[in-house]
C-alpha cells in the first residue's frame, strides 16, 4: 500500500478530523507538538480495501518506536525552559515533574524502560482512535466506498 493516490483525496477530512480531535490530545498525556510527531511517524492504510464489508482504516504505527526517544526531548526542552508539558508526569508516577525529572529522563534515569511502552501504547490507542474518526467521517460524507475502492486498485 505504497501508492498514497487514496490519501491525497481525503485531505480535507483529515484537516477536519486535525481539528476535531485537538480537544482529545488536550485531554491526553500528549501536547501538540508530541502528537505532530506521532502523526508523522503514523501511516494510515486501508485494511481489505476489496471487501466493502470487511475494510477499515487503520494507523500503521511500526515507525513510531524510532520517535520515542525525542518525545522525551521535547519534554526535556520545555521542562529545560522552565515550563512543564501538559502531559509531563501524567501515568508516569514520577514525583515533581519540572527540571530535575527532566535532566534525570535526559540522562536515562527517570521512571525507568517502562515508560516507553507506555508512551507507545498511548499513542497506538491515540491513532487507532483517530483512524476511526477519519473513516467515520469519510462514511458520513458519502466518500469511504470511492476512497475504498481507490486503495483497492492501487
Do not use: C, H
Amino acid at each position: 500500500m505504497s501508492d498514497n493516490s487514496w490519501t491525497d483525496r481525503i485531505v480535507g477530512e483529515r484537516m477536519t478530523v486535525d481539528q476535531e480531535f485537538n480537544s482529545r490530545i488536550a485531554n491526553s498525556r500528549f501536547t501538540s507538538q508530541e502528537w505532530s510527531l506521532i502523526m508523522t511517524a503514523t501511516e494510515f492504510e486501508i485494511e481489505n480495501p476489496e471487501d466493502p464489508d470487511a475494510a477499515r482504516i487503520v494507523a500503521n504505527t511500526e515507525k513510531i518506536e524510532q520517535i520515542l526517544p525525542e518525545l522525551e526531548n521535547v519534554r526535556s526542552q520545555v521542562g529545560a525552559m522552565g515550563g512543564q508539558t501538559q502531559g509531563s508526569g501524567a501515568g508516569s508516577g514520577s514525583g515533581s515533574g519540572g527540571i530535575v525529572d527532566s535532566l534525570k529522563g535526559a540522562l536515562g534515569m527517570g521512571s525507568g524502560g517502562g515508560s516507553y511502552d507506555e508512551e507507545r501504547e498511548a499513542a497506538e490507542t491515540l491513532t487507532r482512535e483517530y483512524a476511526e474518526e477519519l473513516q467515520a467521517k469519510l462514511e458520513s460524507n458519502g466518500r469511504w466506498n470511492s476512497v475504498r475502492e481507490a486503495a483497492a486498485e492501487s
